[in-house]
């Protein structure tokens, strides 16, 4: 099997590139090729450079060669961060493609995925159980990482806007990886807080009510959010406040919630018809690259592994999670949530 890496491209609402991540770091590289070495690993030109890992870094490590964008997609399991560009459907005909999808935030994204008769594993949607709870294995470590840098902006936030800590409220929609580190985080600092979850949605407007920041990040597998966090419960939260929609890659749980740039932490838009302003980046985890990305892929080795050795069909036949990331395979939609989120 010849598998590539890709060197990641996002560019922000104003066309400006904002992804630093990269899937495999070489030493993770190297982790594979002492597992599997009959693989040949094939490196997009520059993946790593945004974090400091030049093209002589993979080689060093055991992959084969460095190559083209294009020749990247040629390889039988291509390996990536971020969605498919929309001019690279069309290139990926009996290919596996591994990375971030979310495709149920676009009908067209999905229609493309389903024309290009690629097979789709979507890290996101890739789920296991711990300690009785559904978990994510490689979405966890980037849930983690965004909610511990969103509430540092908090932090900054608060003191650009003179307030003192101690005093403020932040209510958190969803208790899953983002939800609970980040009632960690705003805890250890001194902030009211306040988790809701789906058995507490009643006690959501009593407290948003007051509340000065809002986080959500209610996800549901292979679906867009509901808006639960309405205009109506933003405006009763304290005026000049901030909300971050973590989920705002699948859509976004907060009404009238725009994607924003990690380039533009403060410079920041309101929600229409408030007074509450929104920092959402669909990326927040590119803002601690390196260290996000050494997580990511070794999160997501073990499965990439299992894929070398075995094969796609009997991969997802003995390991449920790698089942449960196939999304789009055979010109069809394979998994029941991203089938629900467009009947």
Same mark, same amino acid.
């Given at each position: 099997?010849?598998? $590539?890496?890709?060197?990641?491209?996002?560019?922000?609402?104003?066309?400006?590139?904002?992804?630093?991540?990269?899937?495999?770091?070489?030493?993770?590289?190297?982790?594979?090729?002492?597992?599997?070495? &009959?693989?040949?690993?094939?490196?997009?030109?520059?993946?790593?450079?945004?974090?400091?890992?030049?093209?002589?870094?993979?080689?060093?490590? #055991?992959?084969? !060669?460095?190559? /083209?964008?294009? &020749?990247?997609? $040629?390889?039988?399991?291509?390996?990536?961060?971020?969605?498919?560009k929309n001019e690279d459907f069309n290139?990926?005909? #009996?290919?596996?493609?591994?990375?971030? &999808?979310?495709?149920?935030?676009?009908?067209?994204?999905?229609?493309q995925a389903i024309k290009s008769g690629a097979t789709f594993i979507c890290l996101e949607t890739m789920e296991t159980e711990r300690e009785g709870r559904k978990y994510f294995p490689c979405l966890a470590p980037m849930s983690e990482a965004a909610a511990r840098i969103l509430v540092r902006h908090a932090d900054w936030f608060a003191l650009l806007s003179r307030k003192t800590i101690g005093n403020l409220r932040a209510t958190i929609l969803g208790a899953g990886a983002v939800g609970r580190c980040a009632a960690k985080e705003f805890s250890l600092r001194g902030y009211e807080v306040h988790l809701i979850?789906?058995? $507490?949605?009643?006690?959501?407007? /009593?407290?948003? !009510?007051?509340?000065?920041?809002?986080?959500? /990040?209610?996800?549901?597998?292979?679906?867009?959010?509901?808006k639960l966090i309405t205009r109506e419960l933003l405006a009763t939260m304290l005026p000049g406040g901030c909300v971050y929609p973590v989920d705002i890659d699948q859509g976004g749980g907060i009404e009238g919630a725009l994607q924003t740039s990690i380039l533009d932490p403060f410079n920041l838009p309101k929600i229409g018809n408030t007074d509450i302003f929104c920092f959402a980046p669909p990326?927040?985890?590119?803002l601690g690259a390196r260290t996000t990305s050494e997580a990511l892929g070794s999160a997501v080795l073990p499965y990439i592994i299992e894929i070398i050795n075995l094969g796609i069909e009997k991969a997802a036949e003995k390991n449920l999670t790698i089942k449960s990331g196939i999304n789009i395979s055979n010109?069809?939609?394979?998994h029941s949530g991203l089938a629900e989120a467009f009947t």
């Open positions: 099997m010849i598998l $590539s890496i890709l060197k990641e491209s996002k560019a922000d609402t104003l066309g400006r590139e904002v992804e630093n991540r990269v899937i495999l770091i070489p030493a993770l590289v190297a982790a594979l090729k002492r597992q599997c070495p &009959q693989a040949e690993v094939w490196v997009e030109a520059n993946a790593g450079i945004k974090i400091d890992y030049k093209d002589e870094d993979y080689l060093k490590a #055991g992959a084969t !060669k460095t190559v /083209s964008h294009d &020749q990247a997609l $040629s390889a039988d399991l291509v390996l990536g961060v971020k969605e498919t290139k990926i005909k #009996g290919k596996i493609f591994m990375s971030y &999808q979310h495709f149920a935030e676009s009908k067209d994204r999905t229609n979850d789906r058995v $507490s949605l009643k006690k959501l407007p /009593s407290s948003i !009510k007051g509340s000065f920041f809002a986080v959500s /990040s209610m996800y549901t597998t292979g679906k867009s959010p509901e990326n927040l985890p590119s010109n069809r939609i394979i």
